[in-house]
């Protein structure tokens, strides 16, 4: 059974960092690309990064890069997530999902985690 368990969310004030992880179970996490999303209160879900399965490709919405890094630790079976100058447009649930491949299509994606609160407040 696939596990996606995300930690690290909370509540930081507007500029602050956090820095989110998920740990993967029960598949071959090096045979999967990663991605972060997350959805706003009363907004749909977007991307926000992904990471290929030897972590030299990543790519970033507009909306966070230069400003969040994607990485991922192969022998942990982790995606981290490290979220600098945090706005309170970054307020959001963030979930971490799994893809054979590369994608910024959700519809792609296998496997999902429950989602981690993140609130950043002005």
């Known amino acids: 059974q696939v596990q996606l368990v995300e930690s690290g969310g909370g509540l930081v004030q507007a500029g602050g960092s956090l820095r989110l992880s998920c740990a993967a179970s029960g598949l071959t996490f090096s045979n999967y690309g990663m991605a972060w999303f997350r959805q706003a209160p009363g907004k749909e879900r977007e991307f926000v990064a992904q990471i290929g399965w030897s972590g030299v490709s990543t790519r970033y919405a507009d909306s966070v890069k230069d400003r969040f890094t994607i990485s991922r630790d192969n022998a942990r079976n982790t995606v981290y997530l490290q979220m600098n100058s945090l706005k309170p447009e970054d307020t959001a649930v963030y979930y971490c999902?799994?893809?054979?491949?590369?994608?910024?299509?959700?519809?792609?994606?296998?496997?999902w985690g429950q989602g981690t609160h993140v609130t950043v407040s002005s």
């Open positions: 999902a799994a893809v054979r491949g590369l994608s910024v299509r959700q519809s792609d994606y296998n496997y």
